[in-house]
T-cell receptor, first 111, second 117 residues
């Protein structure tokens, strides 16, 4: 699976949009981009995934560049409960392939 | 999303004893489950892949005789830490693969915190 690069930490004011970048310049054509988050002392929570089109669900939006070498997870109105470590993972989805967690981005939402 | 539960949520045991952790998929059938371990301030590390009705596949460096995995049904996988030692103290997290939908996704349990005294 392709490696990803994320900033180690970010801050965001409550109510503002949080934009979390992820670089995956070696992504293959059949690899999806997945986002998970882990709130302190809990198991990771699935957020969203995409292949090449932008995706939106009740939690977030995923913007994937046209060349698919990078993506951005957008939390439109961050709240204190969104404080967590966010993981961007690239993997082939057609197999029982593993999720390989990097170090992620620690998002701190502040008042 | 799909729900995965773990039991117990935390356990304290004496060195040398064995501890069993259960992972259940509550609203879907999971032919494949995964077991992870997370030490403080570190990321999740995959320990093994649990396949229903067959032997688990362990990652390099994980002792299969120490971390026994049983996946006896489509909704239950268990991890038994045998002869636990203080260095086994960690946060153990399972995930289950939901094959439904266009693209399969893994959902995680809430984790089990193990402290070995």
């Amino acid at each position: 699976d392709a490696k990803t690069t994320q900033p180690p930490s970010m801050d965001c004011a409550e109510g503002r949009a949080a934009n979390l970048p992820c670089n995956h310049s070696t992504i293959s054509g059949n690899e999806y981009v997945y986002w998970y988050r882990q709130i302190h002392s809990q198991g990771p929570q699935y957020i969203i995934h995409g292949l090449k089109n932008n995706e939106t669900n009740e939690m977030a939006s995923l913007i994937i560049t046209e060349d698919r070498k990078s993506s951005t997870l957008i939390l439109p109105h961050a709240t204190l409960r969104d404080t967590a470590v966010y993981y961007c993972i690239v993997r082939v989805a057609s197999t029982a392939s593993k999720l390989t967690f990097g170090t992620g981005t620690r998002l701190q939402v502040t008042l | 999303g799909a729900v995965v539960s773990q039991h117990p949520s935390r356990v304290i045991c004496k060195s040398g004893t064995s501890v069993k952790i259960e992972c259940r998929s509550l609203d879907f059938q999971a032919t494949t489950m995964f077991w992870y371990r997370q030490f403080p301030k570190q990321s999740l590390m995959l320990m093994a892949t649990s396949n229903e009705g067959s032997k688990a596949t362990y990652e390099q460096g994980v002792e299969k005789d120490k971390f026994l995995i049983n996946h006896a049904s489509l909704t239950l996988s268990t991890l038994t830490v045998t002869s636990a030692h203080p260095e086994d103290s960690s946060f153990y997290i399972c995930s289950a693969r939901d094959p439904a939908g266009e693209v399969e996704t893994q959902y995680f349990g809430p984790g089990t915190r193990l402290l070995v005294l």
